[in-house]
């Protein structure tokens, strides 16, 4: 199973839940990867040792302006206007340049190479019993998509892996959201939680990935939430009320799992709904 | 000279439109010649990203050696320089008016972004990749 833990938004507890499910079913060959790469922070939970670092750069296209005659086909393949062809010089927009190759392929001249451009790194490690990999993307780097394919590649197929996904609902969210077979969108029971969930439940279902709901602090809202997913037929799979000891433990950065028993069973129980809606998702 | 303003529509009598990237026309006038008014939709209006240095490419491809614009971004700023398009700003009133003020050397040179990247879109949350 490849399960992403998504939110419209950052703050609602999306990383908490994943950290505690995953360790609350640590015996189980679980791997988490952290796809948070802008601001990761499931590790702040876990302190794993990691066992590799791997540089991730994408290929930047470089003119050769011994070939290139100003032809503008680049410019005109480049899907993101990561070029401009200016009179007597090819500008290359390094922000907006997703290193697709197209450029260089389709260049009449052959007069584009590419050069690697470092944009983070991928560590992979432990901590616990679970296998833990996360990436980091260089401050100012713009361009995260690539740095979170590169930690899902470096995840093992044979294992059920949950995924931190990114906050927001825009190319990140949807590169690490490729490939996975369930959703969990955590939200809260307030109207800024309805209209984030609104915008990632508008994204699942654009992308076709089955999902399922988890409010976070039900009881300092309103009941909005739980309307809005018994209208569209989203299934509401838990509720985690406001707790002292999750709050606190939060704060001190512990997975309040391997703290208290109770809590281990919930997250147990989270997972088994999980389980249990995804196979009721596959036989649609 | 051929001038290009910026501006909301076409012919010497549309408004001007402050943005560069992201404006909806380019009007381009002869400054020696009145007669000669192209005006040329900028098809990189509603562009993710990058409005700016694709006006300045399409602006380079019509021959233009000077814009007349309200506001412009760094990168923009930096592609009409590798384009040797000389960038005036202060532009009021119809396309009409700001020939006349360039004729009359009441336009300002600028050499450096007069905003931020990205100042010109309208949906500044997300949407980056
Ligand atoms: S496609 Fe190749 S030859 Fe044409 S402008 Fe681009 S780099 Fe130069
Ligand atoms: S590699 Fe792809 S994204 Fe980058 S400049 Fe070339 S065509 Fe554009």
Redesign the interface.
Same mark, same amino acid.
């Given at each position: 199973m490849k399960l992403l833990i998504a939110s419209g938004k950052g703050g609602t507890g999306k990383t908490t839940v994943a950290v505690n499910l995953a360790l609350a079913m640590a015996e189980k060959k679980i791997q988490l990867l952290d796809c948070d790469v802008e601001e990761p922070n499931a590790h702040l939970f876990l302190n794993p040792e990691y066992s590799s670092e791997v540089e991730i750069g994408i290929p930047v296209p470089s003119v050769d302006y011994s070939k290139c005659n100003f032809c503008g086909r680049c410019a005109e393949v480049c899907m993101f206007n990561a070029l401009a062809v200016l009179k007597d010089q090819v500008m290359v927009l390094r922000e907006l340049c997703h290193g697709c190759g197209s450029c260089a392929y389709l260049c009449p001249q052959k007069a584009i190479h590419e050069i690697e451009c470092p944009i983070g790194q991928v560590e992979a490690g432990k901590a616990y019993q679970l296998d833990f990999i996360h990436g980091r993307l260089n401050p100012g780097e713009a361009m995260s998509p690539p740095l979170i394919n590169a930690v899902k590649k470096a995840a093992a197929v044979d294992r059920i892996t949950i995924i931190d996904a990114p906050p927001g609902t825009s190319c990140p969210v949807v590169s690490a959201a490729a490939g996975c077979d369930y959703c969990l969108l955590v939200t809260e029971p307030t109207p800024f939680g309805l209209n984030d969930l609104d915008l990632a439940y508008q994204m699942v279902l654009k992308l076709g990935t089955p999902a399922g709901v988890l409010i976070n602090r039900c009881d300092i809202g309103d009941c909005a939430v739980e309307d809005y997913c018994n209208n569209n037929g989203l299934p509401l799979l838990y509720k985690i009320p406001w707790d002292m000891d999750l709050a606190r433990l939060y704060a001190r950065g512990e997975p309040v799992v391997l703290h208290i028993p109770v809590w281990k069973d919930r997250f147990r129980e989270i997972f088994f709904h999980i389980q249990a809606a995804r196979k009721v998702a596959m036989r649609r | 000279m051929k001038l290009a303003v910026c501006a909301k529509g076409e012919g010497l009598s549309a408004q001007v439109d402050e943005r560069f990237g992201r404006c909806i026309f380019f009007v381009i006038v002869d400054t020696e010649n009145e007669e000669s008014v192209v005006s040329i939709r900028n098809s =990189?209006a509603d562009? /993710?990203?990058?409005?700016g240095?694709?006006a300045?490419?399409l602006l380079?491809?019509v021959g233009a050696d000077a814009v007349a614009l309200g506001n412009v971004g760094p =990168?923009a700023a930096? /592609?009409l320089k590798?384009?040797?398009i000389e960038v005036f700003t202060g532009i009021v009133g119809t396309v009409a008016n700001v020939v006349q003020q360039f004729r009359e050397g009441k336009l300002v040179l600028l050499t450096e972004a007069t905003v931020p990247s990205h100042a010109g879109m309208k949906n500044r949350r997300?949407?980056?990749?």
């Amino acid at each position: 199973m490849k399960l992403l833990i998504a939110s419209g938004k950052g703050g609602t507890g999306k990383t908490t839940v994943a950290v505690n499910l995953a360790l609350a079913m640590a015996e189980k060959k679980i791997q988490l990867l952290d796809c948070d790469v802008e601001e990761p922070n499931a590790h702040l939970f876990l302190n794993p040792e990691y066992s590799s670092e791997v540089e991730i750069g994408i290929p930047v296209p470089s003119v050769d302006y011994s070939k290139c005659n100003f032809c503008g086909r680049c410019a005109e393949v480049c899907m993101f206007n990561a070029l401009a062809v200016l009179k007597d010089q090819v500008m290359v927009l390094r922000e907006l340049c997703h290193g697709c190759g197209s450029c260089a392929y389709l260049c009449p001249q052959k007069a584009i190479h590419e050069i690697e451009c470092p944009i983070g790194q991928v560590e992979a490690g432990k901590a616990y019993q679970l296998d833990f990999i996360h990436g980091r993307l260089n401050p100012g780097e713009a361009m995260s998509p690539p740095l979170i394919n590169a930690v899902k590649k470096a995840a093992a197929v044979d294992r059920i892996t949950i995924i931190d996904a990114p906050p927001g609902t825009s190319c990140p969210v949807v590169s690490a959201a490729a490939g996975c077979d369930y959703c969990l969108l955590v939200t809260e029971p307030t109207p800024f939680g309805l209209n984030d969930l609104d915008l990632a439940y508008q994204m699942v279902l654009k992308l076709g990935t089955p999902a399922g709901v988890l409010i976070n602090r039900c009881d300092i809202g309103d009941c909005a939430v739980e309307d809005y997913c018994n209208n569209n037929g989203l299934p509401l799979l838990y509720k985690i009320p406001w707790d002292m000891d999750l709050a606190r433990l939060y704060a001190r950065g512990e997975p309040v799992v391997l703290h208290i028993p109770v809590w281990k069973d919930r997250f147990r129980e989270i997972f088994f709904h999980i389980q249990a809606a995804r196979k009721v998702a596959m036989r649609r | 000279m051929k001038l290009a303003v910026c501006a909301k529509g076409e012919g010497l009598s549309a408004q001007v439109d402050e943005r560069f990237g992201r404006c909806i026309f380019f009007v381009i006038v002869d400054t020696e010649n009145e007669e000669s008014v192209v005006s040329i939709r900028n098809s =990189n209006a509603d562009a /993710a990203g990058g409005a700016g240095p694709q006006a300045a490419q399409l602006l380079a491809g019509v021959g233009a050696d000077a814009v007349a614009l309200g506001n412009v971004g760094p =990168n923009a700023a930096e /592609a009409l320089k590798t384009a040797k398009i000389e960038v005036f700003t202060g532009i009021v009133g119809t396309v009409a008016n700001v020939v006349q003020q360039f004729r009359e050397g009441k336009l300002v040179l600028l050499t450096e972004a007069t905003v931020p990247s990205h100042a010109g879109m309208k949906n500044r949350r997300g949407g980056k990749g």
